[in-house]
């Protein structure tokens, strides 16, 4: 198997996010290992060692993706035997002509603390895990959206996954039995209800989900899934509450997708 | 202001990170607009238009960082007024060649569920919040690894992070003033002594975030948080517990050195 090296002076983050885009165009396996801290000249020089180690053992060049601000670090990996791809540069260099302005290298901005948005996000996480649940319905004021659906239809994932990335403080709600009964949404809800935005999943991916926590009870059965379901679907068209469908979605794509209906803007961090 | 987009027909998480990445190596601001989805050549015309409009109502060429995997979409892209900076396409070229493989197209490959990793992740993301805060010590035989440290030190942020971004299974556990009285630690936490990681802060950072919580307590007070440090850094040196301090870092640094001083591999998703 090919060997893929994610190198940098800082968390690596960024080079494997991008590395991993990239080479999920190929249909073909990859042995990755990432490289996180590389800030001295000693550790370039113990990673190129362990580059060109790898490339004696194996046919294949191996590949090097990394982001690394420092040149003197970034030139010894570059030296190594392997096919370097860098990310950082290739980008920055084009860019320093078309803004008419000098890149300043600055180590850890990327994934620093050194701005506000981190505080905000960190405000956001803490809010979003003391609003989970429904654990309290007194600090929806403080929300930005409030996610609803039924038990384990993926409200806690997507609510963390929008507090920790884009930073939106979000609290999110599970409909109980009274709710559905009613069809209406509880009075604490009501006043709010342009932040609330609805989940919903296929029934037969719930009650597998629902299984693994509790088998053979009513909660996880087919059929009690199926009218939870049902019910939820029909409660979000009478109350006109824009709902997506989880079932066949990552955190990411359900997230991403939120935000764009909700118009909310997505802080970069 | 510089209007900066990012585009793509996923998620535009990629787009962001790496967009963000290349532009804090500048030190000026810029105007950040993130458009995901666009999946059709119609949406693509739109989006065209949008930088097109922005161009005519700045004297600043817009910059547009894409990562879109469709040829059509991203033409309509690369031939709107705009300096676009394709970071797909820029890597995916060059590794044909060197990989001597076709690269194959497929959406939502990058942020999408169909790996066995992301349900991985989602039980990660689940145990963390069911180990969280000490709630249960019960399951740590289930946990990659246990973060240790007093209340309001960076526990649960990191938890989640490790569990979210890394897949890694994470509990934590909150010292008490009866750990803390007999400096040991407790004997469920004993038997699982190589998973602990312990993280440390800066006594005037925790009363400042203490203080948040709980102004003018016993608890958020200078004096206590000094001593609850003190102690635990003592038990951290007496128990040989490998530690960081996170009052300078960043959830993604943190857990960024937490897995490199464990050994944990790092799981792309």
Same mark, same amino acid.
Request: net charge negative; hydrophobic share 35%.
């Given at each position: 198997?090919?060997?893929?090296?994610?190198?940098?002076?800082?968390?690596?983050?960024? @080079?494997?996010?991008? %590395?991993?885009?990239?080479?999920?165009?190929?249909?073909?396996?990859?042995?990755?290992?990432?490289?996180?801290?590389?800030?001295?000249?000693?550790?370039?020089?113990?990673?190129?060692? =362990?580059?060109?180690?790898?490339?004696?053992?194996?046919?294949?060049?191996?590949?090097?993706?990394?982001?690394?601000?420092?040149?003197?670090?970034?030139?010894?990996?570059?030296?190594?035997?392997?096919?370097?791809?860098?990310?950082?540069?290739?980008?920055? @260099?084009?860019?320093?002509?078309?803004?008419?302005?000098?890149?300043?290298?600055?180590?850890?901005?990327?994934?620093?603390?050194?701005?506000? @948005?981190?505080? @905000?996000?960190?405000?956001?996480?803490?809010?979003?895990?003391?609003?989970?649940?429904?654990?309290?319905?007194?600090?929806?004021?403080?929300?930005?959206?409030?996610?609803?659906?039924?038990?384990?239809?993926?409200?806690?994932?997507?609510?963390?996954?929008?507090?920790?990335?884009?930073?939106?403080?979000?609290?999110?709600?599970?409909?109980?039995?009274?709710?559905?009964?009613?069809?209406?949404?509880?009075?604490?809800?009501?006043?709010?209800?342009?932040?609330?935005?609805?989940?919903?999943?296929?029934?037969?991916?719930?009650?597998?989900?629902?299984?693994?926590?509790?088998?053979?009870? =009513?909660?996880?059965?087919?059929?009690?899934?199926?009218?939870?379901?049902?019910?939820?679907?029909?409660?979000?068209?009478?109350?006109?509450?824009?709902?997506?469908?989880?079932?066949?979605?990552?955190?990411?794509?359900?997230?991403?997708?939120?935000?764009?209906?909700? %118009?909310?803007?997505?802080?970069?961090?």
């Amino acid at each position: 198997m090919r060997k893929v090296f994610y190198i940098s002076d800082g968390t690596a983050i960024t @080079a494997e996010v991008l %590395g991993h885009a990239v080479l999920s165009q190929f249909d073909t396996k990859f042995d990755q290992i990432t490289i996180p801290f590389v800030e001295t000249l000693e550790k370039a020089h113990e990673v190129a060692c =362990q580059i060109n180690k790898s490339k004696s053992e194996n046919d294949d060049e191996p590949l090097v993706f990394h982001s690394i601000v420092d040149e003197d670090i970034r030139e010894v990996i570059n030296q190594s035997n392997c096919m370097a791809h860098d990310f950082l540069n290739t980008f920055v @260099a084009p860019l320093e002509k078309q803004l008419g302005l000098k890149a300043e290298p600055t180590l850890h901005r990327t994934h620093g603390i050194a701005n506000k @948005a981190y505080s @905000a996000r960190i405000d956001a996480i803490n809010y979003s895990l003391d609003n989970d649940d429904g654990i309290s319905l007194k600090n929806l004021d403080d929300a930005e959206i409030i996610l609803v659906g039924v038990s384990r239809c993926g409200k806690t994932p997507s609510s963390l996954y929008l507090a920790m990335q884009f930073g939106i403080a979000t609290a999110n709600y599970p409909f109980i039995s009274q709710d559905m009964d009613s069809l209406e949404l509880p009075k604490e809800l009501k006043q709010h209800k342009h932040k609330i935005f609805g989940l919903t999943i296929d029934p037969n991916r719930l009650h597998d989900i629902r299984s693994q926590r509790r088998a053979n009870s =009513q909660y996880s059965s087919l059929r009690q899934c199926r009218l939870e379901v049902k019910d939820v679907e029909m409660l979000y068209r009478k109350e006109r509450i824009p709902f997506i469908d989880t079932t066949k979605h990552s955190v990411e794509e359900i997230t991403a997708k939120i935000i764009e209906v909700t %118009g909310h803007k997505r802080t970069m961090f």
